[in-house]
């Protein structure tokens, strides 16, 4: 076994690069170009192109020029209040971000009940936005503030069903419990028709959270002058689009681990694979081969991206073809729709749930007598 300190020291370095912060911003910012010129191309446009190959270092250009504005602050703003939450904007998607697993079925940091912890850090980014509003002490920023808060609410319900149906559905109450469940059961969760459901409804409520087309009212300008974020420029307003993409990031990167297997892939369905990677080296397998732990995680890291990168391209598209909504009717389409829907949905899963698991799904698990490893 490793020393303590080199264990430690691993993981320092994991949060703060690899697969932590610093690689997460990057695959933030690249998924940002992604988006950017999806959407572009849908609507016949170019989108971002001369800075860096094809425009892909204009999301990194961007902020940057954001870093160096001026930070302009009203007198009559509550000033440590707005760094504040500046600062929590772009936090807490960081903290979210290390629950998710990228290089390996468990995230940075994983035990057993994340799921409630993860549904409480989500919350609480309504909250922020809340206060960061509220602190800018601006008049018209106050109808875009009290809009998020309600929207931001109202799909947070929606999400939190879905999630926890996963969790009824496997059994588990963690992340890598039920990456973990897939890669046993030879399946990802979203083969079952109510799981199916729940990614739509997870993806829907998921670009509302993102206040993105078209639930994008609480930052309406043609309507109410930029919303919430009004007062905020320079390293303050650069820290929340940040954070925005990095929770665009953590939305789809746990939609991918809870109903498409995570970062797991063919190993899935070809148990050898899964014993091959498995023989790796790691913390808890120093005795593993090195040069297969190498390929483990640029294979998990490459599955990863991929899954999530196709998760942002049904955002985009979904971004593409809807025109804004009022705030009634988006608050009407969670509260008379999707809340109940999925609630629906839950109670029909107890039963659909263990009728398909005796009649399909046991007969398909029998095709794989080997189990893999994780």
């Known amino acids: 076994m490793l020393a303590l300190w080199a264990q430690w020291l691993l993981l320092v370095l994991g949060i703060l690069f690899f697969p932590g912060i610093a690689f997460c911003i990057s695959l933030a910012l690249f998924d940002e170009w992604v988006d950017r010129k999806f959407y572009a191309a849908l609507q016949d446009r170019i989108g971002p192109l001369h800075t860096g190959f094809k425009g892909i270092?204009?999301?990194?250009?961007?902020?940057?020029?954001?870093?160096?504005?001026?930070?302009?602050?009203?007198?009559?703003?509550?000033?440590?209040?707005?760094?504040?939450?500046?600062?929590?904007?772009?936090?807490?998607?960081?903290?979210?971000?290390?629950?998710?697993?990228?290089?390996?079925?468990?995230g940075i940091i994983s035990f057993e009940g994340d799921l409630l912890l993860l549904?409480?850090?989500?919350?609480?980014?309504?909250?922020?936005?809340?206060?960061?509003?509220?602190?800018?002490?601006n008049r018209l920023a106050m109808p875009g503030t009290m809009r998020a808060a309600s929207q931001l609410l109202s799909f947070e319900i929606p999400i939190l069903l879905a999630m926890f149906s996963v969790a009824m559905r496997t059994g588990?109450?963690?992340?890598?419990?039920?990456?973990n469940w897939q890669m046993v059961h030879?399946?990802?969760?979203?083969?079952?028709?109510?799981?199916?459901?729940?990614?739509?409804?997870?993806?829907?409520?998921?670009?509302?959270?993102?206040?993105r087309t078209p639930f994008d009212i609480p930052v309406a300008e043609t309507e109410i002058v930029g919303g919430?974020?009004?007062?905020?420029?320079?390293?303050?307003?650069?820290?929340?689009?940040?954070?925005?993409?990095?929770?665009?990031?953590?939305?789809?990167?746990?939609?991918?681990s809870l109903f498409l297997g995570g970062p797991i892939g063919v190993e899935m369905w070809i148990p050898s694979f899964a014993d091959?990677?498995?023989?790796?080296?790691?913390?808890?397998?120093?005795?593993?081969?090195?040069?297969?732990?190498?390929i483990r995680m640029a294979y998990y890291v490459l599955i990863f991206a991929i899954k999530t990168t196709l998760?942002?391209?049904?955002?985009?598209?979904?971004?593409?073809?809807?025109?804004?909504?009022?705030?009634?009717?988006?608050?009407?389409?969670?509260?008379?729709?999707?809340?109940?829907?999925s609630l629906g949905l839950m109670i029909f899963s107890?039963?659909?749930?263990?009728?398909l698991d005796n009649t399909l799904w046991v007969k398909f698990e029998g095709l794989f007598p080997t189990g893999g490893g994780t």
Not at 61 to 87: T, Y
Not at 119 to 137: D, E, M, P, R, Y
Not at 172 to 179: R, T
Not at 197 to 204: A, S, V, W
């Open 276 to 294: 091959w990677l498995a023989s790796s080296a790691s913390l808890s397998n120093p005795n593993g081969i090195l040069w297969i732990a190498v």
């Open 57 to 106: 270092a204009q999301p990194l250009a961007d902020f940057i020029k954001l870093l160096s504005n001026e930070d302009i602050e009203p007198s009559a703003a509550d000033k440590w209040g707005m760094r504040i939450m500046a600062i929590f904007g772009l936090a807490v998607p960081l903290v979210l971000l290390l629950f998710v697993p990228i290089i390996n079925t468990t």
């Open 350 to 355: 107890i039963f659909w749930v263990p009728w």
């Open 311 to 341: 998760l942002v391209l049904a955002l985009s598209t979904f971004r593409a073809l809807m025109a804004r909504i009022r705030i009634d009717q988006f608050l009407e389409f969670s509260w008379k729709w999707l809340i109940p829907v």
């Open 119 to 137: 549904s409480f850090l989500t919350t609480l980014l309504a909250l922020v936005i809340f206060l960061a509003g509220w602190f800018s002490a």
């Open 228 to 256: 919430w974020e009004v007062e905020y420029s320079g390293k303050k307003l650069a820290f929340f689009r940040l954070g925005a993409d990095l929770q665009m990031i953590y939305s789809v990167g746990i939609a991918t």
């Open 186 to 211: 030879h399946r990802p969760v979203m083969f079952s028709l109510p799981m199916f459901m729940f990614l739509i409804i997870y993806l829907l409520a998921t670009q509302a959270e993102l206040e």
């Open 172 to 179: 588990e109450l963690s992340v890598a419990g039920i990456v």
